[in-house]
């Protein structure tokens, strides 16, 4: 599994990193997050993952996300449940920095040599800014029933230079 994130991190980030900024659609970013389970107040999720947004024009885009998250209880920081979310959806942009969107993918618990996977979608809002990209969103599975989380998150985007 490993290996797959890498290659595909690889891949993403290679294509774009030396592009022109004003010529450039695709934008690779390393996305981090917190968020807290909405059928379990007392549970944190951390994610850390890579995403790429293709733009092809200024009002609508189209992003795709790996990422890997941790579980864990307040209590108890040892008790903790894995899981990886390969999302991906439609964006539209209503100003040029504020976006809505909607994701669907594939939601990927593992722990303990247990492993299943169930349908995921994720809609969101976010602020788009010169070198980071804000989403809030609600990531859910319908793995028996719908169970999800809120989340903030940041994407820090690679190639990108200071608007003057």
């Known amino acids: 599994m490993k290996m797959l994130v890498f290659t595909l991190a690889s891949l993403i980030l290679s294509s774009a990193v030396f592009a022109q900024e004003a010529s450039r659609k695709f934008t690779p970013s390393i996305k981090v997050g917190a968020g807290i389970w909405t059928d379990a107040p007392s549970v944190l999720d951390a994610e850390f993952g890579i ?3 293709y733009k092809p024009s200024g009002r609508f885009s189209v992003y795709a996300n790996i990422s890997y998250n941790r579980m864990f209880a307040v209590e108890e920081i040892s008790y903790g449940i894995n899981h ?81």
């Open 51 to 53: 995403q790429g947004e």
């Open 84 to 164: 990886m979310n390969f999302i991906a959806g439609p964006r539209v942009y209503l100003t040029k920095s504020f976006f809505t969107g909607v994701g669907a993918g594939y939601l990927l618990l593992f722990s303990d040599g247990i492993s299943e996977g169930s349908f995921a979608f994720s809609p969101h809002i976010g602020l788009d800014r010169p070198k980071t990209q804000w989403t809030m969103n609600y990531t859910a599975s319908t793995d028996g029933g719908v169970y999800g989380y809120i989340s903030l998150a940041a994407a820090f985007k690679f190639g990108t230079k200071r608007r003057t």
